[in-house]
Each structure stands twice: as C-alpha cells, then as structure tokens.
C-alpha cells in the first residue's frame, strides 16, 4: 500500500489475487494510473477478467466509471484502444508486443502484476517473462511492481532482482496434506496412515469412490492426452453410482449440447459419453469451448472426477478434494521419458482442497511398489521446490530480444543495451560475462541481415527491422522468409506457402512425426518435391516434421473433416486450431514482409491463402464464409446446392436456403440479412462481416486455445 515493489510468495488459492485487486482498485480511485495485470496464459487472462470484471462501471473520483480490458491477441497493434482502460489484463507475450509499437499509454502504468513470476524457470515462457519484465524497469519507469509466485526455494533472490520487498507465507484456506497410495493405503508426510477400503478391485477407482462418497470430487492428473480420456471412462461407473436424479439429467443435458456449434469428431463423442456419467477429462487436444464446458461444470460440482493432463495444472483454477497424481514421469520429444520437476508436482498438489468446501486438501502419488513409495515420499513430498533459475541464456531468441530492445527505444548504443541485458536474472545469477558474447552476436547478425543499422556512433532498426519487431516474429523467421520468396522451388503454390511457414522457427505447435507416419510423410515429399523446400544436402536437416505440419494445414485448407485430421494427422480439435492461428499469424506477417523483400507480387497470393487457413476452405467458398454465421461445412453446403456467391444468397427466399442441410429457417433468415436481401418484402440493411485479415479477429474465434 505504500507503493513498494513486492515479490508475494505464497501457495495456491491462500489469496494472492486479493492483494492485487486491492492494490489495482487503489492505484485507479486514487488517480495514479492505470494497472497491467500480465498472466503466462490466454486461459488464465479470460478468468482473471471474469473476476474483475466485477468492478466494470464502478464510480472514480473524478466522476469517471472504471474500466476492465482483456488483451491477449493480435500481436501487430499498439492497443490504442487500452488508452483509456483502467485495469487491463494482458498474456506476457501480449504487453511484449505492445512494448514493441511504444504506445504513449504504457507511461501512465503505475502498477504491474506480475502473475506467476516463477515461470521465469520454464523453457518456453521463462525467457519473454525475464526481459517483459527487464524492460519494464525502464518502459513504466515510476510503477509499482507486484511478483505473484507459488512458494519457492529462492524468492528473495526475485525480489533482489525486481528491487523489491520478499514476502513468504505457507498459509493456506484449506490445509494441504501430502501422501502416497500403496497397497489400499495412504501414508501421509507426517507419518499417519488411511486406509482405502477395496471395493472396485482397482486402487485408481477405489480412490475415487472413497473421495465422491464422501461427497468430494476428485481430480486425477495423468501422463498422456490418452491415458487421461481412458481414465475418464475407467471412473464412470463410481461417478454414475454417486449421482442424484437430479444431476444425472442435468448431466444429460449437457451431453447432448457438446456437439451443437462444434464438428463432431471421435474425441467429442467420447466427451460427451463419460460426461452423461458424471467424469469428464481435459487437455490441450480438446477444443476450446469443450475445455470450458468442462471447467464450468467441475467447478459446479456437477462432474465428480476429472482426469486431466499436467498443463491443467498451470493454467485455470480447479481445485478438487484430492488431487491424484499417477505417474511423476512425462515424455519429452528429444529425451524420452523423464521425471518432472519438484515444482511440477507442487504446481499440481496445490490444487488440492476447496475454499469454502473441504476442511482440507488431499494430494497423493501413486506408488507401484514399497521402494517406489519411499523414494516418492522422500524426493517430491518431503522436499522443497528448485530454485527459479532463468532460461534466458538457453534461448535461441536472443536476436529477437536484442531487436524489440533496440526498437521499442530502449537502447540507442552498445552500452545502453549491454545495460539492459545486464539488468536481467541471468546477469544477476550467472553473472554478465557469459552473456555478452551472445548479445554482441545477435547485434552483429542483425546488422548483417538489414534489420539494425549504424547511425551517429549509435543504432537504429532499419524499416524492415521495425517490422519484424512489430509483426512479433523471431528475426530468423523473417530472414527465412526473404530466403524461401528468393529462391523459390520449381512450382511454387499454396504448398510452397505452407512448407515456408511450417518450416520456420515460429510455427506452434509442431506435429512431430510418429514412425507409423514416415511412409504418409515421405511419399507427399516424392509426390510434391518440386513445390517445397528440399533440405540441401549441406544442410542435412530433417523435413518430416515440418511436412507433416503442411500436411495438415492442407487437409485443413482442402476441408478434410477435423475427425480425419485428428485421426490421420494425430492433431486434435485444440492442436488443429492452435495450429491455425499460428499459420494465419505467420501467413500475415509473410505478406507484410514480402513488399520489403522485393516481392509484391507475393501480397495477393498470401492473402487468399491467409484466409483459406483462416477458414479452412478451397478458395471457391472463401466469399460464402466471409458471411457471419457461414462457416465451412455449412458454405460447403450452400456451394453444392447451387449458392455459391453472395448475390446469389441475396436473390434467393428462406425457403430455398432451408433446402440445404444444416440450414434452419433462423439461420437462412441471418443469412438473407447478412447478403443484404429483403425478407418479408422489406428491405434490410446488409451487415456482413467482411474477410479479415487481422490477427484480431482471428482471436476473438480461439480466444482460449492458449
């Protein structure tokens, strides 16, 4: 409250979130400025909102109400329209970006939340949290910073960091107890011991009905997507016996609707089947509006048991009774299996126990044998979490740290950003010698490829450099780009496009190639060799990857059915979309590029392909779904049954659109009024959405896949 930095170091739900909205609410009625609230991700940034959003509207002392914003797509913006908001929740990469387009409103930021400063370990996220928050120090000079971290073992050293005040509490709502199940016994970190009576004849099940009985829910975290849906149906029939009448209808309910707005595929299908019994799973292959369904009604109480894979435990909140973990090991693409982090498990049993429901909070590891007990008990439960230890140094995106500093005005000259980069944790950690090379080289790459050059003893970022650090692309992606548009293979087509962009270093997620695979792969590489980029044989790198990764864009984009993919391709609903955003965000910056590279004559071509990924169309129907309420199996419809132009849907009645399957009366009847035709003889305005081309709009569709 006296405007001090803080590092709050605390376990989950003890009420972190609490001290930063009233520090948020007294920075805003006392005029201060406006408050930045930044979380690891787009899940995390809708409910955060949802709750403070609770202060929408609220009088300011000037007379003025107070205004909540969510900000988390559409990377090439400088926000303007955050320029009058007062609390604005925002992902890491995000206000990232938004440093990038140096907005005249950062200036007015006087408090910054950090939530879950800890990520500052992860390999992913880590590196763009360190220098968010290194940048931070100069951008909104004058704010208060609040950390929120989990409880770790080197706190102190963050707030060092960060010039701030270390607070650490292990206080909890709901007591958390920490065990291991072996042998229909749970053997607790004090020494006590609960029995587990055996009544389905599997300890998993066992577990579950001795939590649901007494009137808990239960959430099981597992090692793969896979495992995780078959522990959802293994659990049915202990949820379904613990149901009302009451629930088992609701639950019914909800089942049917799973596949009213989204394609049915396999995975929905088994969703919906284990949801009418009470269980339900979650992971990152789901889609969005599934993943929501699931978290509202476990939330509810409705479903008793949830198997979910481990990113649940580092993105929306849902608590449970117990929490059951079943296997500390998880397989990694270069290393194989590996056991996960200490922090990893604690992230995970800290979902353990309800505010306001439980007395106390369960989480137990399953053992598979008395020496796999003790060594579980002794390594994750009686031990304190790693230290925080920055990843900057491991990153491959130095170059485009080195570029955002130079051009969000940050740094004019050698000494100013080897200022800045010795300001972060890595420098205070390792110390600043063994990253100074690595930034002097990134400087020297950028000069070299065209996007900083020297000016008045100094540097500056070139216009194409600008656009880089902009568009939010990693350098190395954008000189590919100039790479593949200069030397283009024999035939270059749609194909092409997606091998530059699915080749790059930015394109998430990648969709590795399984050894069942290789013949699907390596025959579409014969078939189509002279439309993409062959590696070299200097070059030695494999292809298979990224060409799977073509591969299924090009399902997509030739309207293969989401089951198909997913089958075929392995890429469920929620990788498919993610998949999608990401090439349309890289389809986009090729064309914002290409005019830089001397390629013009590219812009029209990445366009019409941007919006086929967009909405996973042949270019035919790309005029029926710029049509709100059309998307691609309904444009497909219409198209077969002779509607294949807007105007065509102008001239033609409700009845003859509601000839085509998919097409209801109310739906032909938005229809008319988006072609702009007249319904009822009365002429209505048209309001139709036209194609976008922003990454924008795009988001408000996949808001959540994050």
Known sequence: MEGKNLVLACPTASGKTLVAMVLMLESVFKDRGKCLYLVPLRALASEKY?????????????????????????????????????????????????????????SSVSLVVLDEIHLIDSIDRGPTLEMLATWLKSVAKNAQVLALSATIENSGEIAEWLGAANVVSDWRPVPLREGVFFGYEITYKNGEKVAVQK????????????????????LFFTETRRSAVAMSRKLTPVTWLNLSSAERRKLAEISSSIHQSVERTKLSEALSTVL??????????????????????????????LAATPTLAAGVNLPARVVAITSLRRYDHVLGSKEISIMEYKQMAGRAGRPRYDKAGDAI??????????????????SPPEPVVSKLGAAQSIASHTLATIASGLA????????????????????????????????????????????????????????????????????????????????FNAISMLHMITSSTD??????????????????????????????KD????????????????????????DEIADVMGAQQGDLYRLVESAVWLLYSARELAPFFGHKELVPKLGQLEARVRHGVRPELLELVSLSGIGRVRARNLYKNGF????????????????????????????????????KGHAVKAKRDEVQTTLEDFDREFSRSG
């Open 50 to 106: 949802s709750e403070f959003k609770l202060f929408q509207g609220s009088k300011k002392p000037n007379g003025g109400s107070l205004r909540v914003a969510i900000s988390t797509g559409d990377y090439d913006s400088p926000a303007s329209h955050l320029a009058n908001k007062d609390i604005i929740v925002a992902t890491y990469e995000k206000c990232d970006s938004v440093i990038r387009h140096r907005p005249p409103w950062l």
């Open 199 to 218: 009544e389905f004849g599997e300890p998993h099940l066992d577990l579950a009905a001795h939590v649901i009985r007494d009137g808990g829910q239960i």
């Open 276 to 305: 009418a019994r009470g269980a339900a799973f979650h992971h990152a292959g789901l889609h969005n509006q599934h993943r929501e369904v699931v978290e509202s009604f476990f939330k509810k109480g409705l479903i008793k048991a």
């Open 365 to 382: 590891i399953f053992a598979s044998n008395q020496n796999d007990a003790d060594y579980l008990m002794e390594t994750y439960v009686g």
């Open 412 to 491: 004019h000259n050698a000494e100013e950003l080897h200022q800045v980069f010795s300001s972060t944790l890595l420098a205070k950690q390792r110390g600043y010698r063994g990253l100074r090379p690595k930034v002097e080289d990134a400087l020297a790459y950028l000069i070299k490829e065209g996007a900083v050059t020297w000016k008045n003893g100094g540097f500056v970022e070139t216009g194409l450099g600008r656009r880089i650090a902009e568009l939010y692309v990693d350098p190395s992606t954008a000189f590919h780009f100039r790479d593949c548009m200069n030397f283009k293979p024999k035939n």
């Open 507 to 536: 394109i998430q997620p990648v969709l590795y190639t399984r050894s069942s695979d290789m013949p699907m792969v390596e025959g579409f590489i014969s078939e189509h060799k002279q439309e993409i980029y062959l590696a070299t």
């Open 539 to 562: 070059e030695k790198r494999l292809v298979q990857d990224e060409v799977k990764t073509l591969m299924t864009l090009w399902f997509w984009i030739e309207e293969r059915g989401e």
């Open 644 to 679: 294949r132009s807007i105007q065509e849907l102008r001239r033609s009645s409700v009845s003859d659109l509601t000839r085509v399957p998919g097409v209801g009366s109310k739906l032909a009847t938005k229809i008319k009024a988006a072609a702009g035709g007249k319904l």
